[in-house]
């Protein structure tokens, strides 16, 4: 699964939570889930109502005891049951005590049933409106375009909601759907399509889908909607795409390489694909990035994108991730929520291998770097594979996405590729259909190896943070050694990991490799050379996950920005430089601007001349806005934002601003850039800019987010009359974290800053989408102590929300609103005791103007 995060490349929808570290306190130790019953199959004959927002239906439950049981549960939140049977053994079915107590079915057996029996439960239920699990879309008054359609959403434990089973990750069962709904509408579940009946004299048609291979509860599907669909085959498997009626020109753009990953993953994992189809659906208002339903992935609407937003705008990472999931996710399935790095770091890892197939090694590298970027910037409080949780989504952070990949890229240059994929392949064909804990891949590793893996599983998934580390690099002329000092910083004992360095003596010379096992805290180095070395790189390759801090010459510095043959070298090298200021440094990155052939390199050089300052740097970044790659173009448009006050920038992000770029997002981070350099017409400018349509709404959005630079309260009226309902929905949710960023940036009137609260806690109504319930929750957190009159609203969100991402949400808000509002009312009494005061000095100071006015007459 993809959780929605901010976009910076546009490649895929970045893989982790927006929430801050949490505090977990005296949270229970989380462990595998008892079973003492082994469910087997689940059947679900439905009749969905979509305009009622109701399923009427029976799920027939065929499991085994694995002890003598006396009561068989079910988890089940809010189902209206009419009626259990069960049968024993083949034996005629026969009602049963059961009680509902909105969490969990219990039925209650007259006599035990003994371990291995055969049994079947037979209940009868109905949902209606659930808050969960099942997500019921139609038109209505505000928005009257919404089309007629239900999906489900089932990780991490929503399913339950639904229909009964138990909703944990340990228990697989086969599965089938019979499914009856209104002729005209699209019915898609898991596994092969048995039947599809027209009953004409009710104008409904019954489908039937069938997942014969057992697989976990939560990943079971559901969705009745229309669609356009698009129908294929890979070896003998349909392939199929649905999307909303209007959007079929967008498929070959969104999904045209799929069957090029089902070759390639099959092969590299030497495990062809499992399932008996692969269907990807795009549903309304879709909750997160995707979601790896067993044989059918749910998506977003941002999937899809025009030829406009193709130029610098890709869903392969997102299709490339939940294809992955469906081998390590669905085939292998983590056995608790503690493990789930091993379903979304191997999804996360699998996107990269499959940029480095399609687009190259510097893009897995850049893909790599970035990953490091954000698994290192995140949790550093709690492992990986942490046990003390309180809710399952307290572990979908960056310790299961980037790091999670992290983990298997380390082992994979630990070990060699030979080696690597064949422990992939051992560990899938040794677990497959079953679910898997992080020390199942350790023990795999070793198996492969011969090699001890326990102290790397032990830094990596069961202790937090990463290693820091401080690099000096020193050349003795006399001793003809280069000496170079490395130590690791971080709180606590040493990782341990492999220190490699690399030294060229001259130009177009191999690099001399010293390595060396670092268990200790600090280590030197003294490498005899015959000359002193024109390039030096700690780690070369980019293979240990950490922060480094090197120190050595410009020489050097300047040599790994033009001849590292790794663009995370040449990167590093730029950032470097553009830290310094100085005149040498900077004209190091305009002539390598002008050399460098990958477009991520130069937009990180883009980016270092924004840091650099000086005219020379802002004339490069003006002509870099003609590269010809426009995620580079884009990088210079957000680096013009530094330099203000420089009406040569503003005449060229002006220009963008007004007209256009033949990407989306380059023009987005013109109209970002712009707006924080604050001219006197900048309302002017960007109001006109929010009737421009864009893929994902970027362009309107970065209107939204320039508007707040105005520092003009009276914006708050334009951006609460875009949260409104009538508004696109990737509008909304802008406008309201907009909101706070205007109240953050100025002192609004006491009165305009009460509409403002009273707008985001309108916003966490029941009645919106959780997407717009989130970013009103994040946008009340922004405001800190002036959010202190939505605390209640918040805490009845924390308790209440169907959605976990919600709850979780809301209770981070509450503790940084908290951490701030005690002294809140107090600065209130006193900026109204300034105010009065200052009145009262002006009723003086007139006063006094009076009367010396009349001693001078």
């Given at each position: 699964?993809?959780?929605?995060a901010?976009l910076r490349?546009g490649?895929?929808?970045?893989?982790?939570?927006?929430?801050g570290?949490?505090?977990?306190g005296?949270?229970?130790l989380r462990?595998v889930a008892?079973?003492p019953?082994d469910?087997t199959h689940?059947?679900?004959?439905l009749?969905v109502?979509?305009?009622a927002?109701v399923?009427?239906g029976?799920?027939?439950?065929s499991?085994?005891?694995l002890?003598?049981?006396?009561?068989?549960?079910?988890?089940?939140?809010d189902?209206?049951?009419?009626?259990?049977?069960?049968?024993?053994d083949?034996n005629?079915h026969t009602?049963?005590?059961f009680?509902?107590d909105?969490?969990q079915?219990?039925?209650t057996?007259?006599?035990?049933?003994?371990?291995?029996?055969?049994?079947?439960v037979r209940?009868?239920?109905a949902?209606?409106r659930?808050?969960?699990?099942l997500?019921?879309?139609?038109p209505?008054?505000?928005e009257?375009?919404t089309?007629l359609?239900?999906?489900?959403q089932?990780?991490?434990i929503?399913?339950?909601e639904?229909?009964?089973?138990?909703?944990?990750?340990?228990?697989?069962?086969?599965?089938e759907?019979?499914v009856?709904?209104?002729?005209?509408?699209?019915?898609l579940?898991n596994?092969?399509l048995?039947?599809k009946t027209?009953?004409?004299d009710t104008?409904?048609?019954?489908w039937?889908?069938k997942?014969d291979?057992?697989?976990?509860a939560?990943l079971v599907?559901l969705?009745?909607g229309?669609?356009?669909?698009?129908?294929?085959?890979?070896?003998?498997k349909?392939?199929t795409?649905?999307?909303p009626p209007?959007?079929a020109?967008?498929?070959?753009r969104?999904?045209g390489k799929?069957k090029r990953?089902?070759d390639?993953f099959?092969?590299?994992i030497?495990?062809?694909?499992?399932?008996?189809?692969y269907?990807q659906?795009?549903?309304?208002?879709f909750i997160?990035?995707?979601m790896?339903?067993?044989s059918a992935?749910t998506?977003?609407?941002?999937?899809?994108h025009?030829?406009r937003?193709h130029?610098?705008y890709s869903s392969?990472g997102l299709v490339?991730?939940e294809?992955?999931?469906?081998w390590f996710?669905?085939?292998?399935t983590?056995?608790n929520?503690?493990?789930i790095?091993l379903?979304?770091?191997?999804?996360?890892?699998?996107e990269?291998?499959?940029a480095?197939h399609d687009?190259?090694?510097d893009a897995f590298a850049?893909?790599?770097?970035?990953?490091?970027e954000s698994a290192?910037?995140?949790d550093?409080k709690h492992?990986?594979?942490?046990r003390?949780?309180h809710?399952?989504?307290?572990?979908?952070?960056?310790r299961?996405?980037p790091?999670?990949?992290w983990l298997?890229h380390?082992?994979?240059r630990s070990?060699g590729?030979?080696?690597?994929w064949e422990?992939?392949?051992?560990?899938?064909r040794?677990?497959?259909h079953r679910?898997?804990?992080?020390v199942d891949?350790?023990?795999?590793?070793e198996?492969?190896?011969?090699?001890?893996?326990?102290?790397?599983f032990?830094d990596w998934t069961?202790r937090p943070?990463?290693?820091?580390?401080?690099v000096?690099y020193?050349?003795q002329?006399d001793d003809?050694?280069a000496?170079?000092d490395?130590k690791q910083?971080q709180?606590?004992?040493?990782?341990h990991v492999?220190?490699k360095l690399?030294?060229?003596t001259k130009?177009?010379?191999?690099?001399?490799?010293v390595e060396?096992?670092?268990?200790e805290k600090a280590?030197t180095?003294?490498?005899?050379?015959p000359?002193?070395?024109?390039?030096f790189r700690?780690?070369?390759g980019?293979?240990?996950?950490?922060?480094e801090?090197?120190?050595?010459?410009?020489?050097l510095?300047?040599a790994q920005?033009?001849d590292?043959?790794?663009?995370v070298?040449r990167?590093?090298?730029?950032?470097?430089l553009g830290?310094s200021?100085?005149d040498?440094?900077t004209?190091?990155l305009?002539?390598a601007l002008?050399?460098e052939?990958?477009?991520?390199?130069?937009g990180?050089?883009c980016?270092?001349l924004g840091?650099?300052g000086?005219k020379?740097?802002?004339d490069?970044?003006?002509e870099a806005?003609k590269?010809?790659h426009p995620k580079?173009?884009r990088?210079?448009?957000?680096?013009?934002?530094?330099?203000?006050?420089?009406?040569?920038?503003l005449?060229?992000?002006r220009?963008?601003?007004?007209q256009g770029d033949?990407?989306?997002?380059?023009?987005?981070a013109a109209i970002?850039?712009?707006?924080?350099?604050?001219?006197?017409?900048?309302?002017?400018v960007?109001e006109?800019v929010?009737d421009?349509p864009?893929?994902?709404?970027?362009?309107?959005?970065?209107a939204?987010?320039?508007l707040?630079?105005?520092l003009?309260p009276?914006?708050t009226?334009?951006?609460?009359?875009?949260?409104?309902?009538?508004k696109p929905r990737a509008?909304?949710d802008?406008a309201?974290?907009?909101?706070?960023?205007?109240?953050?940036?100025?002192?609004l009137p006491?009165?305009?800053?009460?509409r403002?609260?009273?707008?985001l806690?309108?916003h966490l109504?029941p009645?919106?989408?959780?997407?717009?319930?989130r970013?009103?929750v994040e946008?009340?957190?922004d405001?800190g102590g002036?959010?202190?009159p939505?605390?209640?609203a918040?805490?009845?969100?924390?308790?209440?929300?169907?959605?976990?991402?919600?709850r979780?949400?809301a209770?981070?808000?509450?503790?940084?609103?908290?951490?701030?509002?005690?002294?809140?009312?107090?600065?209130?009494?006193?900026?109204?005791?300034?105010?009065?005061i200052?009145?009262?000095?002006?009723?003086l100071?007139?006063?006094i103007?009076?009367?010396e006015?009349?001693?001078a007459k």
């Amino acid at each position: 699964m993809m959780t929605r995060a901010p976009l910076r490349f546009g490649a895929c929808f970045v893989v982790i939570s927006t929430f801050g570290v949490r505090a977990y306190g005296d949270s229970p130790l989380r462990v595998v889930a008892d079973r003492p019953v082994d469910i087997t199959h689940i059947r679900l004959e439905l009749t969905v109502d979509l305009e009622a927002k109701v399923v009427v239906g029976t799920a027939t439950i065929s499991l085994t005891p694995l002890r003598p049981v006396g009561s068989i549960r079910f988890d089940a939140i809010d189902l209206q049951t009419s009626n259990v049977t069960l049968a024993v053994d083949g034996n005629e079915h026969t009602q049963v005590d059961f009680y509902n107590d909105g969490k969990q079915i219990v039925v209650t057996l007259e006599r035990q049933l003994p371990a291995g029996a055969r049994a079947e439960v037979r209940i009868d239920y109905a949902v209606r409106r659930p808050a969960s699990g099942l997500h019921f879309f139609g038109p209505t008054d505000a928005e009257p375009d919404t089309p007629l359609q239900v999906w489900s959403q089932g990780e991490a434990i929503s399913n339950r909601e639904w229909f009964p089973c138990f909703d944990h990750p340990n228990e697989m069962q086969t599965t089938e759907l019979i499914v009856t709904a209104r002729t005209g509408f699209e019915v898609l579940s898991n596994g092969t399509l048995v039947a599809k009946t027209d009953n004409a004299d009710t104008d409904t048609t019954t489908w039937h889908w069938k997942q014969d291979q057992p697989h976990v509860a939560y990943l079971v599907s559901l969705v009745v909607g229309k669609f356009a669909v698009q129908r294929d085959t890979w070896r003998d498997k349909p392939v199929t795409y649905y999307v909303p009626p209007d959007r079929a020109d967008d498929i070959e753009r969104s999904f045209g390489k799929t069957k090029r990953m089902l070759d390639f993953f099959s092969e590299r994992i030497d495990y062809e694909y499992p399932w008996d189809k692969y269907a990807q659906v795009v549903v309304e208002q879709f909750i997160i990035g995707g979601m790896e339903n067993t044989s059918a992935t749910t998506l977003t609407e941002r999937t899809l994108h025009d030829y406009r937003a193709h130029l610098d705008y890709s869903s392969d990472g997102l299709v490339a991730h939940e294809l992955a999931h469906q081998w390590f996710g669905d085939l292998l399935t983590c056995a608790n929520w503690t493990h789930i790095w091993l379903n979304e770091g191997f999804a996360s890892y699998f996107e990269a291998i499959w940029a480095e197939h399609d687009e190259g090694t510097d893009a897995f590298a850049f893909n790599m770097f970035e990953k490091a970027e954000s698994a290192t910037g995140g949790d550093e409080k709690h492992p990986v594979a942490h046990r003390r949780w309180h809710e399952p989504w307290d572990q979908f952070d960056v310790r299961a996405y980037p790091k999670g990949a992290w983990l298997l890229h380390m082992i994979r240059r630990s070990v060699g590729d030979e080696r690597f994929w064949e422990i992939i392949r051992t560990y899938t064909r040794k677990h497959a259909h079953r679910p898997v804990e992080t020390v199942d891949l350790r023990k795999v590793c070793e198996d492969v190896t011969g090699r001890s893996f326990e102290r790397f599983f032990h830094d990596w998934t069961e202790r937090p943070g990463h290693p820091k580390m401080k690099v000096d690099y020193a050349w003795q002329a006399d001793d003809k050694l280069a000496r170079i000092d490395v130590k690791q910083t971080q709180d606590g004992e040493a990782f341990h990991v492999p220190v490699k360095l690399a030294l060229v003596t001259k130009d177009g010379a191999e690099p001399i490799i010293v390595e060396h096992a670092m268990h200790e805290k600090a280590h030197t180095f003294h490498v005899p050379l015959p000359s002193r070395p024109v390039r030096f790189r700690f780690d070369p390759g980019f293979s240990v996950l950490k922060e480094e801090t090197v120190e050595q010459g410009r020489d050097l510095w300047i040599a790994q920005l033009t001849d590292d043959p790794d663009p995370v070298g040449r990167i590093l090298a730029a950032r470097h430089l553009g830290k310094s200021h100085a005149d040498a440094e900077t004209q190091a990155l305009i002539d390598a601007l002008k050399t460098e052939p990958f477009w991520g390199v130069q937009g990180e050089i883009c980016a270092a001349l924004g840091e650099a300052g000086g005219k020379k740097a802002r004339d490069a970044l003006i002509e870099a806005l003609k590269l010809e790659h426009p995620k580079a173009r884009r990088r210079a448009a957000e680096a013009l934002s530094a330099y203000r006050d420089e009406s040569k920038v503003l005449a060229a992000l002006r220009l963008i601003v007004e007209q256009g770029d033949a990407s989306y997002y380059v023009e987005a981070a013109a109209i970002e850039s712009y707006a924080k350099h604050r001219p006197t017409e900048l309302r002017t400018v960007l109001e006109p800019v929010l009737d421009r349509p864009s893929h994902n709404e970027v362009v309107r959005r970065a209107a939204l987010q320039g508007l707040t630079e105005t520092l003009d309260p009276q914006v708050t009226e334009t951006l609460i009359a875009w949260s409104a309902r009538d508004k696109p929905r990737a509008c909304r949710d802008e406008a309201l974290g907009a909101l706070a960023q205007l109240t953050r940036k100025v002192k609004l009137p006491e009165s305009v800053l009460n509409r403002v609260v009273q707008t985001l806690t309108a916003h966490l109504s029941p009645h919106e989408t959780p997407r717009i319930r989130r970013a009103a929750v994040e946008a009340l957190r922004d405001l800190g102590g002036d959010a202190y009159p939505a605390v209640e609203a918040l805490e009845t969100l924390a308790k209440q929300d169907a959605e976990g991402r919600v709850r979780t949400a809301a209770k981070d808000a509450i503790q940084k609103i908290r951490a701030v509002a005690p002294v809140q009312p107090e600065v209130k009494q006193l900026r109204k005791e300034l105010d009065e005061i200052k009145k009262t000095n002006e009723k003086l100071q007139e006063r006094i103007t009076e009367l010396e006015g009349k001693t001078a007459k």
